[in-house]
């Protein structure tokens, strides 16, 4: 096991690695721009580095100021956590070449997999079922039309090195082709320095699973059961499960071999996702593969009992995979909903500012990962996630009542602010979220719905009290 790792990234998932390294002894060091300076991870870890200024190109994604705080402070090894440089094949490289050990898989996986063309074509290769589209990037609205006339409308065009819900359109007729095409490249290069673009069916009422997979550099691998996130806005997760409900077994079992598999197949090392569309005779399809921890990894931990983060790790340090499938058993259900600081009556708008309150729920079988506290000022130049609420119970009726009670307890106020919090209490209860027949349609369902009933003279203030929709709507108790 390493001596020392440093964590390269900020917030709830800073404080998460730094917590698992802890309890495995070994020593932390956390990096920080001058906006994260009151950060909690800088107080927790045994070192902190001043990287940079606050713009994450300067600091948290610069691969230079990283590579050096870990050769200055003697660490072996850099965990990047997820975003920023979590999948940057050059970083791995430039870890290797300092003789560092990057926390993920080879960089040459990454490379492959991150690219989301090369993934579709390197998975198709291996055997996993992907949805009709090209082949490999589309050079013009034109070749784009000609495709789409072979297979078909809706189509989404999506950015090749895309990720986080951001380059993404669905057209629907030919007239949309163009402006589709020409607005995806432009956000793509824009957002991820890439313009290139791929097309794929678009599966309009589907449900996105994904399958957690753990790898070790000894050719072992293992399915830790599957998530569910459907409840999604603009390609964006709110509201993670685990196990899938409603999905057969069957069904289970052949996506979550095929994953390993295919994980396998491609020399995969360390904790990664592999993401699918499977439509209403789930019948699945690959999207694509995430080469990191991903946010919503609570929620398998907490079925399976098996410490992600500490096992990413262990891999990392050369150590064989202790368990085998046979070792994998989940129990119960568990649910995460990401409380983003923003604005569900102004479309989700972040409404970042500084805390006055700030009081997390309890009780049993509650987790909350956060780096917020009373007075800390939520940046807004970073992601507005501040918390992530996980509960587990026997069977899912429970676990959504104990979220019910949960976010019912959650309290986020100061000058300006608002969360997401109220609003998944309205997810949770949808009848087609609890009978389990929801599809990633159900938030635009929600918001569409909320849009034709007018506020009443009540909801003029949303900042007292409940929120405009909360109020339209009580949420029912379990």
């Known amino acids: 096991m390493f001596d020392k790792v440093l964590i390269a990234n900020r917030g709830e998932i800073a404080l998460r690695v730094a917590r698992a390294c802890r309890e495995l002894g070994v020593a932390t060091v956390a990096v920080y721009s001058t906006e994260d300076r009151d950060s909690p991870v800088v107080r927790y870890a045994d070192e902190a580095v001043h990287i940079g200024p606050g713009a994450a190109r300067a600091s948290y994604r610069n691969i230079a ?11 072996q090894a850099i965990h990047p956590g997820y975003g920023f440089l979590s999948e940057d094949a050059d970083f791995a490289e430039v870890c290797a070449q300092n003789d560092i050990v990057f926390i993920g898989p080879p960089a040459h996986v990454i490379a492959q997999l991150g690219d989301k063309c090369a993934a579709r074509r390197v998975m198709s290769e291996v055997g996993l079922p992907v949805l009709p589209g090209s082949h490999g990037p589309v050079v013009s ?8 006339a072979e297979i078909g409308y809706p189509a989404i065009f999506k950015a090749a090195a895309g990720g986080g819900g951001r380059g993404m359109a669905v057209v629907t007729e030919p007239r949309e082709v163009v402006t589709a095409y020409q607005g995806v490249t432009s956000e793509s290069l824009a957002v991820f320095g890439d313009g290139r673009i791929y097309v794929e069916r678009y599966v309009a009422a589907a449900r996105h699973i994904e399958v957690q997979v753990l790898c070790d550099g000894h050719g072992n691998g293992v399915h830790l059961g599957l998530r569910d996130c459907s409840v999604q806005r603009r390609h964006q997760k709110l509201l993670e499960e ?17 994953a390993v598999a295919a994980a396998l197949a491609v020399g995969y090392v360390g904790a990664g996702t592999f993401e699918f569309l499977v439509d209403e005779d789930e019948r699945f399809y690959f999207m694509e593969a995430n080469c990191r921890i991903q946010v919503e990894h609570p929620v398998t931990e907490a079925v399976t009992g098996v410490d992600l983060v500490q096992q990413q790790l262990r891999v990392a340090a050369g ?31 972040p409404a970042p500012g500084v805390f006055d309150e700030f009081v997390v729920p309890g009780g049993p079988f509650v987790r909350v990962d956060t780096h917020g506290y009373p007075g800390y000022r939520m940046p807004a130049i970073y992601d507005s996630l501040i918390a992530k609420i996980i509960v587990w119970a026997p069977d899912r009726a429970a676990a959504i009542a104990r979220m019910d009670r949960a976010l019912a307890e959650f309290r986020a106020t100061g000058r300006a602010i608002h969360t997401t919090a109220g609003f998944l209490r309205q997810v949770l209860a949808e009848h087609t979220f609890r009978d389990g027949t929801h599809t990633t349609t159900l938030v635009g369902h929600i918001l569409h719905d909320l849009a034709g009933r007018p506020a009443g003279p009540a909801a003029t203030r949303p900042e007292e009290g409940a929120p405009r929709w909360a109020r339209k709507h009580p949420v029912p108790h379990s």
Request: charge should be negative; charged fraction near 25%; proline fraction near 6%.
């Open 242 to 258: 685990s196990p899938a409900p409603g999905l057969s077994a069957q069904t289970a079992d052949r996506m979550g071999q095929a």
């Open 141 to 148: 609205a034109e070749e784009a039309t000609a495709l789409l």
């Open 65 to 75: 100021a990283v590579v050096e705080a870990a050769r200055q402070t003697g660490a």
């Open 319 to 349: 150590e064989r995979l202790a368990l085998r499938q046979a070792d994998v058993v989940p129990r119960g259900a568990a649910i995460e909903c990401r409380i983003n600081v923003e604005n569900p009556d102004r479309d989700f708008a």
